[in-house]
């Protein structure tokens, strides 16, 4: 059984720095895609990155040049640095896990999640 779990989800304030962690089992984490995307009160989830299996990395516009994803392989982890957060970064964020890579933008394509980690910029 596929299991993503996500943490390091508090309430910071804006202008400072957070690292979300999502460890996986039941996949070979390897073989995936991994991604964050986030979901703010009354909008849309959407997209903020993925990183490949090649460890290629992506990111949304609004999210480019202030976050980090990494991923560690042998801990079945993959991780994302949020620095100089802004309110409207606020949103519960969701590890996503994809094992075609075609579309790693597109929430779709993505196979498995988890439940999610709650990030609260104060202002």
């Known amino acids: 059984q596929v299991q993503l779990v996500e943490s390091g989800g508090r309430l910071v304030q804006a202008g400072g720095s957070l690292r979300l962690s999502c460890a996986a089992s039941?996949?070979?984490?390897?073989?995936?895609?991994m991604a964050w995307f986030r979901q703010a009160p009354g909008k849309e989830r959407e997209f903020v990155s993925a990183i490949r299996r090649s460890g290629s990395t992506v990111y949304s516009d609004s999210v480019k040049g202030r976050f980090t994803i990494s991923r560690d392989n042998p801990k079945n982890t993959v991780y994302l640095q949020m620095n100089s957060l802004k309110p409207e970064d606020a949103a519960v964020y969701y590890c996503?896990?994809?094992?075609?890579?075609?579309?790693?933008?597109?929430?779709?394509?993505?196979?498995?999640w988890g439940q999610g980690t709650q990030v609260t910029v104060s202002s």
């Open positions: 996503a896990a994809d094992n075609r890579g075609s579309s790693i933008a597109v929430e779709n394509e993505y196979d498995y």
């Open positions: 039941g996949l070979t984490f390897s073989w995936y895609v």
